[in-house]
């Protein structure tokens, strides 16, 4: 459906989007996903005919972006970082001109209105001043004026962006839907976000793509894989040679106080975690030793974020990484 | 095109601008009509848009000056890019939106000469001619408006610029009997000239050497064309600044002669402003 390759973009001396090349098929929703000044909003803009690239194509449908814009912009609805809305205008007015601005007109018209403002729950503001609707309502008025003409990709920058807690489920509820009907691309910097909502995950850095798979595909990737913690009261070497009989694990380390030795131990690849917790809690049982506090932990996306753009982009991020790193430790608890 | 025109004369109709617009035109119009048609009893309609001319200095670039500047701000150029329309169809459907706007003033001020013929001898030719012609000027002066709007995101930037370069040109003829008329001047204002094109094209790609070859090429050909032809530069500024006064050649029509060549002057305005605009557009993507 999009083909991007080799897409190069300077601004001035300044190279934000690094020869980047992928292809996107019909019918998933993929994630963009990267720091700030990764090259994200550059590469969606050039996607959608708003910028032009120093070097490389872009291709929707078939349709190279520059040299058939017209073909090629017909078949993308795109939601910028900033909704582009007119606040001295209704929602119905400015869908309507946009509606025509994308060829449509009369009965048909008004049945794409319709149903842009029912799929983006707009219904009770449609003849309400944009400039006085809160922020989620523009929003989804931004979302609706990229429903128009009924593209098959939608394109949404950061679209939670700003947006209180509720109305964020709302639009990834929303963008979930969206993904039955349409291809749906949308960029962000927040990992749970990304892994809530997407099916395919492209992590971008410093204007490179150095990741395109699924989000648990991803996760196989990390050197540091799943794991398992606890605490036993027991001694050092007691545990040691527990560990050292059990299957599936490919390497420990335990700290021992007060006669309580804390284990970190990691899993060989493939073993089911709870299988091996099952077996550890039995083993150590059976010696009349007591196991507290076993969590098994997962290889996240965060990791594999982290690890791949580690080299160089991650100080560009620390404050949205911080952010979703306390809201993924929230949702664990 | 059609959709750009009507979402602009739709949301022209949400803000004050036009209705200020409109009411800083009729009240101008106004007032010279009672200046000069009553009070002093002259039934040339013609004198008065002479004299109203001044006034579109000031509200010709109050009505431009949001078209692009504003959209530029508010970030929605971003969805004109993204929409499947072309940009002389951007462009087109603005400056459309924009003369029709004017218009409406000028199509109310259409009834006033002929009122006037009701009550004395006024010469309708002239009248509606001169007020034709004062319609394209305005359509002219629109386009350069847009041009300028299009190159900033501050409305007030540029409605001063556009009111600094309309005033500038209204003056130009006076002006030019004031500038050197010799050779060497002529040739010393053109390099300056021919620089400042070069600073203006940089400012436009961001690129040195496109506006070292504009400007330094501009500025060689003038300085060899000197040392070749020295007796052509003789008077050439004021020539060229009279030439290019739009004010001046509308005062033709005022004094009873329909000259197409001025039409096709304005015609040419225009089509370059839209021709700019259009760059100005295009280029801001290759940022």
Request: glycine share 8%; aromatic share 10%; net charge negative.
């Amino acid at each position: 459906m999009i083909q991007v390759s080799h897409l190069t973009k300077y601004y001035g001396d300044f190279l934000a989007v690094n020869d980047l090349s992928f292809e996107i098929q019909d019918g998933h929703v993929y994630g963009f996903l990267g720091p700030n000044g990764a090259g994200k909003s550059t590469t969606m803009n050039i996607m959608t005919g708003c910028l032009s690239p120093t070097d490389g194509t872009v291709k929707i449908g078939g349709f190279d972006i520059l040299e058939q814009p017209e073909q090629a912009k017909k078949l993308i609805g795109y939601l910028p970082e900033q909704p582009p809305l007119y606040p001295n205008e209704t929602p119905q007015e400015y869908l309507t001109f946009i509606g025509e601005a994308k060829g449509l007109h009369g009965k048909e018209l008004r049945e794409e209105i319709d149903s842009a403002v029912q799929s983006a729950g707009i219904e009770n503001v449609r003849d309400r001043l944009i400039g006085t609707l809160s922020k989620g309502y523009r929003q989804r008025v931004g979302i609706a004026q990229a429903l128009l003409g009924k593209p098959q990709v939608i394109i949404l920058d950061e679209p939670t962006v700003g947006l209180d807690p509720i109305q964020i489920i709302e639009i990834r509820d929303f963008i979930k839907e969206l993904g039955k009907t349409h291809t749906v691309i949308l960029s962000s910097h927040i990992l749970s976000e990304v892994q809530a909502v997407c099916e395919q995950v492209l992590i971008i850095s410093k204007g490179k793509l150095v990741a395109f798979d699924a989000p648990e595909n991803l996760e196989k990737l990390l050197t540091a894989s799943s794991g398992v913690t606890f605490q036993v009261e027991a001694g050092k070497e007691d545990a040691e040679s527990i560990l050292a009989q059990a299957e599936g694990l490919s390497g420990w380390e335990i700290k021992e106080a007060d006669g309580v030795c804390s284990v970190a131990a990691n899993l060989t690849e493939g073993q089911d975690a709870k299988a091996v917790c099952g077996k550890l809690t039995m083993a150590f049982a059976a010696k009349g030793l007591p196991v507290f506090e076993m969590r098994t932990r997962k290889a996240n996306l965060e990791d594999v974020f982290l690890e791949l753009t580690e080299s160089g982009a991650a100080e560009d991020a620390p404050q949205d990484l911080k952010e979703s790193k306390t809201e993924s430790e929230a949702g664990e608890e | 095109m059609i959709a750009v025109l009507k979402h602009e004369l739709r949301s022209a109709f949400h803000t004050l601008t036009i209705y200020l617009f409109c009411a800083a035109l009729l009240c101008f119009v106004g007032v010279g009509a009672m200046y000069y048609n009553i009070q002093a009893s002259v039934a040339n309609f013609e004198y008065v848009l002479n004299f109203v001319s001044i006034g579109l200095v000031v509200i010709i670039p109050v009505l431009t000056m949001r078209s692009f500047a504003e959209e530029r701000k508010q970030k929605t150029d971003q969805l004109l890019y993204s929409l499947p329309l072309k940009t002389w169809q951007i462009v087109g459907g603005k400056y459309l939106a924009l003369v029709l706007m004017f218009l409406l003033p000028v199509a109310i001020i259409c009834i006033y000469p002929y009122i006037f013929s009701k009550y004395g001898e006024v010469y309708l030719p002239a009248a509606y001619g001169s007020l034709f012609a004062f319609f394209v000027m305005g359509a002219a002066l629109i386009a350069v408006g847009m041009f300028i709007s299009s190159l900033t995101e501050n409305q007030g930037f540029a409605a001063g610029i556009a009111i600094v370069l309309f005033l500038f040109n209204y003056y130009s003829v006076s002006l030019a009997e004031q500038v050197s008329s010799t050779s060497y001047g002529s040739a010393f204002t053109l390099c300056i000239i021919a620089a400042l094109i070069g600073l203006i094209v940089k400012t436009l790609t961001k690129n040195n050497a496109i506006a070292l070859g504009v400007g330094g090429g501009l500025g060689v050909l003038t300085i060899v064309s000197y040392l070749i032809v020295p007796d052509e530069f003789e008077g050439l500024l004021p020539s060229i600044m009279e030439k290019l006064s739009l004010f001046d050649r509308f005062t033709t029509f005022v004094n009873g002669v329909f000259d197409l060549t001025a039409l096709v002057f304005y015609a040419s305005v225009i089509a370059l402003g839209l021709f700019l605009t259009v760059q100005s557009l295009e280029k801001r993507r290759y940022n």
